[in-house]
Each structure stands twice: as structure tokens, then as C-alpha cells.
């Protein structure tokens, strides 16, 4: 089942996590401080010399957090990023970036002063060479070493290693870094050996920051992919799952990979997905031996659409009125902002709220209200996979998991276009550890906080969404009204003809009648005589 600090900058920043590798060494984590020199000369940090930035310290969320977490103080994501560093590069303007050389989401240039925008688009409408250049760009991400981040494989109590003096990090690709930041934010947290590692936490799910979290990670793959390609045009397309039915239509050898023939649960050998093998698999030991992923790729993906024989529900994928009533929930969350939350726009996406539609049962409640059973539009989505993508610490190793929230992320940006909230409705306290307005999202860096992602991404993030949105149908009343309006036009249709057939009859019968009495003249009748 899916389970349902304040940093000061100017600007939303160009994030990226974990740390930059040559913020890494054993001297930068002893001084708590990464701010690499943007021309490599010593006292030109964050571009100081050209007024892209300064090195300043990093201010996180102190507010209270929700009751879910009561283990405070034995977790390094708490209080992000401070347990690694407490002095980051702070950005001017639109500049952005670890060393603020780059440019915010939407901008670009030598100064960072000329708006661009690109289009995600539903990715079935692409054309065959669209679909192909898509699903090349994907395996290339899979293959290609992140160019600037590398991950930490230890907790911070071992971070230095056995000498104390080798860093415990590693390489990892563009894609599988998408993968490992996922899995980061879920993973437990370890309190010691011979105890239970705590699994109530969750930095990324079941509380307000699963959308904003969500929309940064996708942010960081588009943009890391951008770079990759060296195409500032390209974008993550979409794949709309509210289509009901069982049937996955992204689940071809052209786009995602298609079932095996020989092996229901395994993608087709025709599909280039089939060569590609998950990270973070290794759950249990993570959890007893206190590892962290290291990135290191073991088995393949695995996935059987509408295959889970046990849970009937989760056998279809969500209906159009599914997302209609979803963009029509006012509140975006409501306490205690977590996976129990009631009349919860965020909760109602997610996947944990249900809402009674129209001449529909298998939802429980007209508010939205929380159901242990019933799942609905993104975890309904995950669900329908069965397999890799369902998994929660794995499910980024799916590709599909790219494009199910690229459609999560945009009914989110609908609905912040539709109801025009203010920031306030966003949770400043007593949400989730993670989830509050302010907090660091883990575990991006330099630090990003769920508000900088609560803005629209056409006017704010530099891309937009193409396509129409599902209408909202007829409701019992309306159609009971329509009939009647539609039962009385008939019959003063009827009235009216037939008033007209008696009418033509007496006509016939009385002889021709001249529209004006005989008395006047037409202007056709005597030409030499006057009208008067």
C-alpha cells in the first residue's frame, strides 16, 4: 500500500542533491560549508566577484512537526541539510545553481534575463520519432554519470569512514541519481544496530510536501536531461492514466516496454527498458546493517498491469470524473495533514481520499473522506503496475514512474490555477517531519523548501502543460431537469403545429384574405394613380 527549516533565498533555486562532488572532502564536511568558487579562483565563491551570489548560512525550519516522528535527533535528514553543511552559495536574482553558474527554472542567458518556457506534452499524442528520441534520452540519463553529485552510502556517524579520513560517497548516473533521491526520502530511519530501524517517516509522501516534493524531483530529471542532450527545449511528457479500464496503453515495445511473452510479470526483450536493472533493492539490509544504497544495479524491472489477482481494485486505473472531482476539492489540506486528512485536495491526489461520483460505488464518501482499503488517482496508478512501480523505495526504477507524475504534477498546477490559493493555505507547523511550508525538501541541495514549489509553473517554473481537462458530467438533478425542459418543448412543439394545421384549414375554408383590408392600395396595383 502507498503510504499517503527555512532557507533565505532569492528566488527558486536550480537544486541539486546530494552534495557536489568537490564539496566532499574531509575538510569542506568538518567545516559545514560548501560554496565552491564559480571561476575556481579562491575569492571568487558563488561568483562573488560578478554579483551572482554569496556564501551565507543556511537557515532551516524550526517549527513543530507533526506526531508521526518521535524519534527526534537520530535521524540525518532532520533540520536538512544541517547535519552536513550550515553555509551554502546564496543566489542573486535569476541565478541559481550549487556555485549560482546556472539559472533559475524559466530563465535563461549569459546574465540569466531572458524567459523560456518549454511544453510537456501527453505522450501518447507524440509522433514515432518523438516517442523514440523520448525513450533514447531516458537510457542515456540510465547510463550517463551525474556530472556534478555524488551520493552519500553511510550514515553521517560513518561519513569519514575507518581512517577518518576517506568520505564515504560514490558516483552515480543522471537516472539512477532520479532513483536514489526518491528512495532517500522514504527509507527508515536507523536507531541503531540490534533495533528495529523506525518506519514512520516519510519525507515525501502521506503529508502537503508530496506535491511540492514531487515537482522539484521532476524538475531536477528534466533538467539534468536538458544538459545531458544539450536541448534547453526538452521536456518530460505526460502520460494521462485517468482513462479507466485495465489496459496500460503506454505498455508498448515503442514507449515504456511491453509485457514479455514468456514471462507475464517481465518487460518484452523488443524493449530496450528490458536491459535495465533496479538500485536500492536491498531493503533489509539497509535497515539492519544501517547502509544506505549505494547505487548499485541488481535485478530487472518488474510489471504486470492489472495482474494483482488479490486486490480486484487496483485491477482498473482511474476514471476522467476521478480527476474532475478531484480539481474540485477547494482545500488543499486539512489536518492533521497526513494520509487520515479529510476534504484534502493533496490527500484526494495522492490517492488516499476517495470522492462519490455519479452512478459510482467503489467510492466511500461524497467529502473525500480517508479509506484504509480504497485507492484512487496516483496511488491507484502505482498500484496498477504491480511490480517495481508499486513499490514505494523502488517504484522511481519503473520509467513510468516519470510520466504517471508528470500528470500527478500537472492536476496539481490546474488546481493551483483554478483556485488561486495563497501561500498561507500551505502548512507552516505540526505537519509531517518534512512537510512543513518551510522546511529543506530532502534531499536536494542547495535547500529548496515546499513553498518555493507552491507557485504555477508556466509564470513561475518555466514550463507548462498541453492538452484539455475531463468536464465535469451531469448530475441526477440536472438530467432530471433537462428531461423535463426538454418533455415541454416537445409538447409546445406539438401545440404549436398543430394550432398551425387548424389554422391553414380555416384559411382554406373562409377563401384568401388580403394581409391589409381592400380599402388600400399595393404599389403594384395602378402605377398611374397616387399612393395616398
Keep these: 500500500m502507498w503510504r499517503c527549516c527555512l532557507l533565505v533565498l532569492v528566488g527558486t533555486a536550480a537544486v541539486r542533491a546530494q552534495f557536489p562532488r568537490e564539496c566532499v572532502t574531509p575538510e569542506g564536511l568538518r567545516r559545514g560549508e560548501c560554496c565552491p568558487s564559480l571561476t575556481g579562483l579562491d575569492n571568487d565563491q558563488c561568483g562573488t566577484s560578478s554579483g551572482r551570489g554569496q556564501c551565507a548560512s543556511i537557515t532551516v525550519d524550526a517549527r513543530p512537526h507533526g506526531p508521526q516522528y518521535p ?44 524567459p523560456v518556457s518549454v511544453v510537456r506534452k501527453n505522450v501518447m499524442l507524440l509522433s514515432a520519432d518523438e516517442k523514440r528520441a523520448f525513450v533514447n534520452s531516458l537510457d542515456q540519463a540510465k547510463r550517463t554519470i551525474h556530472p556534478d553529485l555524488v551520493i552519500t552510502t553511510r550514515h553521517y556517524s560513518e561519513i569519514f569512514g575507518p581512517d577518518g579520513n576517506s568520505t564515504q560517497f560514490e558516483n552515480i548516473t543522471i537516472y539512477n541519481y532520479f532513483v536514489w533521491s526518491h528512495y532517500y526520502s522514504v527509507s527508515k530511519t536507523f536507531l541503531g544496530a540490534g533495533q528495529a530501524s523506525f518506519g514512520g517517516v516519510d519525507f515525501s509522501h502521506e503529508g502537503p510536501g508530496f506535491l511540492t516534493w514531487h515537482r522539484y524531483h521532476l524538475l531536477q530529471l528534466e533538467r539534468d536531461m536538458q544538459d545531458m542532450l544539450q536541448d534547453p527545449s526538452f521536456a518530460l511528457p505526460y502520460w494521462n492514466f485517468a482513462i479507466g479500464g485495465s489496459m496500460c496503453d503506454i505498455c508498448t515495445d515503442d514507449l515504456m516496454g511491453a509485457r514479455s511473452s514468456f514471462d507475464m510479470n517481465s518487460l518484452s526483450s523488443n524493449s530496450i527498458f528490458s536491459q535495465w536493472r533496479v538500485i536500492c533493492e536491498s531493503v533489509e539490509d539497509y535497515d539492519t546493517l544501517g547502509t544506505i544504497c549505494n547505487g548499485t544495479e541488481t535485478s530487472p524491472i518488474r510489471r504486470n498491469p492489472a495482474g494483482n489477482v488479490n486486490r480486484p481494485m487496483v485491477q482498473r486505473l482511474p476514471e476522467p470524473q476521478d480527476v474532475v472531482a478531484c480539481l474540485q476539492v477547494n482545500t488543499f489540506d486539512t489536518p492533521p495533514y497526513y494520509s487520515t486528512s479529510t476534504q484534502s485536495f493533496r490527500n484526494t491526489v495522492e490517492g488516499e481520499c476517495v470522492l462519490l461520483l455519479f452512478f459510482k460505488t467503489r467510492y466511500s464518501d461524497p467529502e473525500g473522506n480517508y479509506d484504509p482499503v480504497v485507492r484512487s488517482l496516483h496511488n491507484l496508478a502505482h498500484l496498477f503496475l504491480n511490480g517495481t512501480g508499486g513499490q514505494m523505495h523502488l517504484s522511481p526504477n519503473d520509467p513510468i514512474f516519470v510520466l504517471l507524475h508528470t500528470y500527478t504534477d500537472a492536476i496539481f498546477d490546474e488546481w493551483l490555477r483554478r483556485h488561486s490559493p495563497d501561500s498561507a493555505v500551505y502548512p507552516v507547523e505540526n505537519a509531517p517531519i518534512g512537510h512543513n511550508r518551510g522546511y529543506n525538501m530532502v534531499p536536494f541541495w542547495p535547500p529548496v523548501t515546499n513553498a518555493e514549489m507552491f507557485v504555477t509553473a508556466p509564470e513561475n517554473l518555466g514550463y507548462s502543460y498541453d492538452g484539455e481537462w475531463p468536464t465535469e458530467p451531469f448530475t441526477l438533478t440536472e438530467i432530471i431537469t433537462i428531461a423535463i425542459v426538454a418533455a415541454l418543448m416537445i409538447v409546445a412543439a406539438i401545440f404549436a403545429a398543430a394550432t398551425c394545421a387548424l389554422r391553414a384549414k380555416s384559411y382554406k375554408m373562409e377563401g384568401h384574405q388580403l394581409l391589409l383590408g381592400d380599402q388600400y392600395q399595393r404599389y403594384d396595383d395602378d402605377k398611374s394613380q397616387s399612393v395616398v
Excluded at 93 to 98: H, L, Q, R
Excluded at 99 to 109: S, V
Design 71 to 114: 524519534h527526534d535527533g537520530r535521524d540525518d535528514r532532520e533540520r536538512w541539510p544541517i547535519r552536513f553543511f550550515s553555509r551554502t552559495c546564496q543566489c542573486n536574482g535569476n541565478f541559481s545553481g550549487y556555485n549560482c553558474g546556472r539559472c533559475r527554472h524559466g530563465w535563461t542567458g549569459i546574465n540569466c534575463d531572458q
